[in-house]
């Protein structure tokens, strides 16, 4: 699934990337109508859900009427203040699927999505992992193998589930497939985080190997899928 997420606030931006990203749906953000509608009219972005902030019931019916007119049909979630049910029936007229009520409930994002979209169109297409791929220099990883040599490589391809990384000829015999790994940093640009992780595939030829998180805190969570976000939307 794909959302077009249109608020002007990057802290509740931030909030959608978190708590969908790791769920494996594309966020698209813009900061205001103007271009999100450039895009979509361009053809240069698809989505299945726009997410819209709206001050005005005004405002919700110019864009539905611009959407409208580019012949879109996502499925529309509100996020406004919502003050009476006279009011969300008004605006289910124009063709809201959903409601995300200000101040926003992080919680509440993914749950209402999901059935926005399932009233309208049936069951959400398939979910699939939010990857990207990095150039060298983009990310990298340390950690200590069990046989205790500090291992350091290249993080080629990267998702919330784990991550592919190359190595160099020096580390062949630092580490193994199926190894447990308690403390792995991770460096992406300028941030860096810990997880736990295992091993899942060592390509010996290659000197390419696939960590699998076992375990990621919040941090981590936060700054991967904030990396990952920054580079699909670039």
């Known amino acids: 699934m794909k959302v077009v997420l249109i608020v002007s606030s990057r802290i509740v931006r931030d ?15 813009f900061d205001n109508v ?12 698809f989505c ?5 902030e709206s001050l005005s ?8 009427s611009m959407l409208k007119s580019l012949g879109y049909k996502p499925v529309l979630v509100l996020y406004s203040e919502i003050h009476s049910k006279s009011e969300v029936y008004e605006y289910l007229k124009l063709g809201i699927g959903g409601f995300l009520q200000k101040p926003l409930n992080p919680k509440n994002i993914f749950p209402i999505i999901s059935k926005a979209y399932e ?32 291992v350091i490589g290249n993080i080629v391809d990267l998702s919330v589930g784990g991550f592919a990384f190359s190595y160099v000829s020096k580390y062949d015999n630092a580490f193994s497939q199926g190894e447990q790994i308690k403390d792995i940093k991770v460096i992406l640009a300028e941030e860096e985080t810990f997880v ?31 990396f990952i976000f920054l580079k699909t939307s670039s």
Do not use: C, M
């Open 119 to 150: 009233n309208f169109k049936g069951a959400p297409p398939e979910r699939q992992v939010v990857r990207v791929q990095l150039r060298e220099g983009e990310g990298s990883v340390e950690f200590v193998s069990s046989s205790n040599v500090r």
């Open 196 to 226: 736990k992780g295992t091993v899942k595939l060592k390509d010996e030829t290659n000197r390419k190997a696939v960590i699998v998180f076992s375990e990621l805190n919040q941090d981590a969570i936060q700054k991967i899928s904030r």
């Open 57 to 64: 019931k005004y405002d919700t019916i110019t864009f539905v």
């Open 34 to 45: 103007s271009e999100a509608i450039s895009k979509l009219s361009n053809k240069k972005i």
């Open 15 to 29: 909030a959608f990337i978190f708590e969908l990203i790791p769920r494996g749906i594309n966020v698209f953000w």
């Open 48 to 52: 299945d859900v726009v997410v819209f």
